[in-house]
DNA sequence: CAAAGTTGGAAACAATTGTTTGAATATGGC
DNA sequence: GCCATATTCAAACAATTGTTTCCAACTTTG
C-alpha cells in the first residue's frame, strides 16, 4: 500500500482508540481528527475499516511471531543437544518473555493485551478469522510442544487447561488499568506488569498441573 | 416500568443478540424487528438503549444475588454451628451451583457468561459502574470469606488470583462456543457445561492454592 | 356507556456512520 | 522544465443509528 507519515500516524492513533473503547465504538473520524489527518485516508491508504483493523493487529502479530519462532528455534536447539524434553515452565517461560518483548519498543504491553482480549470478546468475525489464519500455525506449534511437555494429560484436558490459562492472562492484562486501579487503591500497592507476570507463573503453573477432574457423571469414582 | 408480554419479548430477544454480537452491534431496530413489536416500544418501556441493557442484566444478576446471599447464610449457618471456618472449595463449589442455577430455568447459563463477559470487555463505562453499584455488595461478601478461608494469602495476593480465576471462567464460559467447536472437532467429543466445570473445578483450586511468587528477583525450587 | 389512562404503531427526526468522488496539491523520474 | 503518479483534501453520498412525535387501539374505571 503506501508507508510514510499518515499511515503511521493512523494507525498509532487506531490502535490507542480501539483499546480504549472497542472497534465498532471508535468511529473513523474519531482516529482521523486525533491523528490530523483527513478522513478519505484511512479508506485511501487500508482501503475500509475492516482492513485498518486487521492491519493494527498485523503490525503487534508480525513481530511477535517471527520472536517467537526464533525463540522456540532456540529453545528447541539447546535441548536437542542434551537431549532432554522442553519443560513445561520454559515453554511458557518463552512465551511470557516474547510477549512482553514485543511492543515494550513503544512501551504498549497494555494496548496489545487489551486488543487480544477484543480479539476474543467482540463480535468481529472477520477478525477471529484473519488471526486464525495468518498467525494459527504459530500457535499450534507451541501447543505441540506444550504436549510433548505434558504427556500425561489427555489431549482434550490440555487443550481446554491451556484456554483456561489464556483467558486468565487475557483477562487480567486487557484489563489491567481497571483492576490496577482497584488494587492500588485498596491495598496502596503498586503493581507493575513485571509484578503480574511474577504473580502470574506460579498460578498458571499450577493450573496446568493440577490433578485430573474426576471422570464425569457417574455417581460412583473408584 | 410496565409488566406485560412486550416487555419480556424484547428482553428475550435482546439479551440472545447482545450475546451473539455485543451491544453497539445490535441496533433496536434488530431487537424489535426479531421480537416483533415496534421499535418505539423500547424507548417507550424502557426509556433508552442504555436502560434496556441494564434491565437485561438485572433480570440475571437480581435473582443470582438474592440466591447467592441465601447459599451463603446456609453454608455460614452450617459451619457456625460445628465451629469450623468454611473451606474453600465449598465457597467456590457455592458460587458455581448458584451461577449455573440461576439460568438453569431458561437454559441459557451461555447468554448470562457471554454477557458477564461483554460487560468486562465492551468498553460501556456505564454498564460497569451500574454492575458495580448495583451487586458490588453480595461480591465483597463473597471475598471477604475467601480471606478467611485462605489466611495464609496476602490481601493483595489473593486479590490477584480472584481475577485471575476469574478471567478464566468468564473467558472460558463466554467464548463457549467457538472454542466448543473447535474441541469438537479436534477431539470428537461433545462437552456441556457441566462437563466444563468438572474441569474447571481442580484446576481453579489448584490455581488459588498454587505457591506464592518469588519477591521481585530471586531462582526457583519446585 | 363514556371518560381517562395505558399501550401499540407508522412515520419522521436529527445525528452519525463508513465510503466515494473529484478536484487540488505534492512528489519523483526523465 | 514537464508529465505521470501518489497523496491530500473538502464535500457529498447513502445507509443506519437512537429517539421523538402524534395518532389509533385498547383497557380500566367512574
Redesign the pocket.
Known sequence: M?????VTRILDTAEVLFAERGFAE?????ITSKAK?????????FG???ALIQAVFARYLDPFTTRFHAALDELEARHRQDGSEIPLEELLETMARTVLEVPAERNSLKVFMRLLGLAYSQAQGHLRRYIQEEYGSVFMRFTELVRRATPELPDAERFWRLHFVLGTVIFTLSGLDALRDIAEQDYHEHVSVRDLVRRLRPVVVSAMQAPLPEPPAQQEAS
Do not use: F
Open positions: 503506501a508507508q510514510p507519515d499518515t471508535t468511529s473513523l473520524r474519531n489527518v483527513n478522513l478519505a485516508a484511512v479508506n485511501y491508504h475500509s475499516k475492516k
